[in-house]
C-alpha cells in the first residue's frame, strides 16, 4: 500500500507544492492533526486527525485500501513528525517536502539561511542560550510552555538581552505577526502557537574564546583555586565532547572547566558538581559571566548527588573525589560504561587509587600523561620561567570505543 508523507508548510494552502496537492488529491486516507486537514477539501476521503505517532500506526492498520496520506508541518525532514514514522514491510512510503518555517521566514527577511544555526524547543530539550552564545544566527522552534517569552527571558537570564530577536506568529496565514526587538524587549510579548524565533548575535562573548584553554584572567577568582589554562587545555582535549551530550564536572571548584565544557557541548548539559558553597558560588559567577544557559549546578558530595542528575553521563570530568574516586567510578560506569573518563590529580595517593582501581578494569583503556608547565614572569629586564605544580591527568575509555573512531 503506498503511504504519502506530505509536508504542508507553515499553513497557508497556498504554499503546498503541487506534487503535494497531486499526492493528497489521491489518496484516500488523510491522517494529520486539525491544523492540516483543515487545509484540505475533505471530498470523499476518510479523515483522522491526530499527530500521536501510535494513533497513525493503528490508523494505518485499519486502513483496507490506500494511498494514505499523512500530513505534518512545515518540511519532512525539519523537526518533523515524519522521522517518526520508519518505513515497515509490506507499505510503501514517499516522504513529500514542503516549505518550512525556517526557509519562510528567511524569505520575508530577505535574508539568506544557509549560515543559520537551528534548534528546536516544540517538545524537545535545547538549550537556546548556549547556542546563541556560539552563533551569530540561531532559529528557534517554540511550542507549549516554550514560547517566544520564556526563550526570551532564558536569553536575558543568560546576559544575551542584547541580542536581537525576530518573532513569526501564524506565519503565512492572514493573522501572520512578525515583530523585532531585543530578548529584553520580548520578555512579555505574547505570541500564540506556532510561533519561530530568529535569534542574532553579532557581538557574542565567546567569538573570543572558541577553543579549550580560556585565559586564567578570563575567570573570575576567589579563594577556591582555579585550574590552571595548560592543564584545561590538556584535560579537555581527552575528553573531546561532542554537542549535544550530557557532561558530568565532579568537584567543579572554580567552574573554569565547567565553563570549557559547556561551550562545547552547546545544546547539551553540564552538571557542576561540588560539595563547598564557595565553590558553587564561584561556578556560578563564571557561568554566568560567559552567558552560558546550559549549565545545571548541584551541591553536595558525589557520588550520592549524582543521584539527582537526569541523565547519564557522556562524559565526566573530575577534578576532585573527596576521597571517593572507586565510589564514583563505580556509579558513573554503572549508569553509563561508555562514559569516556577524564581526572587530575596531585597528590601520590589520588594516583595510587586510579591506577589501582584500573588495574582491576580489564574493560578499559587508561592513558596516564604528567603534566609540569612553566610560566615566565617579568625580573627587571630580564624574563624567569616559574614552574607550576605537576598533575597527573588520567584519561580513561572503553577499549571499544578507541579514538581513532571518533
Not at 496537492?21 to 486539525?34: F, K, L, Y
Not at 537556546?128 to 511550542?143: D, N, R
Not at 517566544?148 to 536575558?156: D, F, G, S
Not at 600523561?369 to 597527573?392: F, W
Request: hydrophobic residues 40%; contains cysteine; aromatic residues 8%.
Amino acid at each position: 500500500m503506498k503511504i504519502y508523507v506530505i509536508g504542508m508548510g507553515p499553513g497557508n494552502p497556498d504554499l503546498l507544492t503541487g506534487e503535494a496537492q497531486h499526492a493528497i488529491a489521491h489518496s484516500a486516507v488523510i491522517i494529520g492533526d486539525a491544523r492540516m486537514t483543515a487545509m484540505i477539501a475533505p471530498q470523499d476521503k476518510t479523515i483522522y486527525t491526530t499527530i500521536h505517532v501510535q494513533e497513525i500506526k493503528n490508523y494505518i492498520r485499519r486502513v483496507q485500501k490506500g494511498p494514505i496520506a499523512i500530513l505534518v508541518s512545515g518540511d519532512v525532514g525539519f523537526y518533523s513528525l515524519a522521522a517518526l514514522l520508519p518505513s515497515s514491510p509490506g507499505y510503501e512510503v514517499q516522504r513529500i517536502c514542503g516549505i518550512s518555517s525556517l526557509v519562510y521566514l528567511a524569505s520575508k527577511l530577505n535574508i539568506p539561511w544557509q549560515d543559520i544555526y537551528c534548534v528546536s524547543r516544540h517538545g524537545r530539550q535545547a538549550s537556546v542560550s548556549a547556542a546563541v552564545h556560539a552563533h551569530e544566527k540561531v532559529f528557534c522552534l517554540t511550542g507549549g510552555t516554550q514560547t517566544v517569552a520564556t526563550i526570551c527571558q532564558e536569553l536575558c537570564r543568560a546576559g544575551l538581552g542584547h541580542v536581537q530577536v525576530t518573532a513569526g506568529e501564524n506565519l503565512s496565514y492572514s493573522s501572520e505577526k512578525i515583530q523585532q526587538g531585543n530578548a529584553a524587549e520580548l520578555c512579555a510579548s505574547p505570541f500564540r502557537d506556532p510561533s519561530v524565533l530568529l535569534i542574532e548575535n553579532t557581538v557574542s562573548p565567546s567569538k573570543a574564546y572558541p577553543f579549550y584553554g580560556i585565559p586564567d584572567t578570563a575567570f573570575c577568582r576567589g579563594r577556591v583555586p582555579l585550574t590552571k589554562r595548560e592543564i584545561r587545555a590538556v584535560a579537555m582535549s581527552f575528553l573531546m565532547i561532542r554537542p549535544g551530550q550530557a557532561v558530568y564536572d565532579i568537584g567543579c571548584g572554580s567552574g573554569s572547566c565547567t565553563v570549557e565544557a559547556a561551550r562545547m557541548t552547546m545544546d547539551g548539559t553540564v552538571y557542576a558538581i561540588d560539595k563547598n558553597p564557595e565553590a558553587m558560588a564561584l561556578t556560578k559567577k563564571n557561568v554566568a559571566r560567559f552567558s552560558l544557559g546550559n549549565v545545571i549546578m548541584l551541591q553536595g558530595i558525589a557520588p550520592d548527588i549524582l543521584a539527582q542528575i537526569p541523565e547519564p553521563p557522556a562524559y565526566a570530568f573530575i577534578g576532585g573525589s573527596g576521597g571517593n574516586i572507586k565510589a564514583i567510578l563505580d556509579w558513573l560506569y554503572t549508569a553509563n560504561p561508555m562514559c569516556r573518563i577524564v581526572i587530575t590529580a596531585i597528590t601520590l595517593e589520588t594516583v595510587g587509587a586510579i591506577t589501582s582501581y584500573y588495574a582491576e578494569q580489564p574493560l578499559y583503556t587508561l592513558e596516564i600523561t604528567q603534566l609540569q608547565a612553566a610560566r615566565s614572569r617579568a625580573a627587571g629586564r630580564y624574563h624567569i620561567m616559574t614552574g607550576e605544580n605537576p598533575v597527573y591527568i588520567f584519561s580513561a575509555v572503553r577499549k571499544e570505543a578507541p579514538y581513532e573512531n571518533l
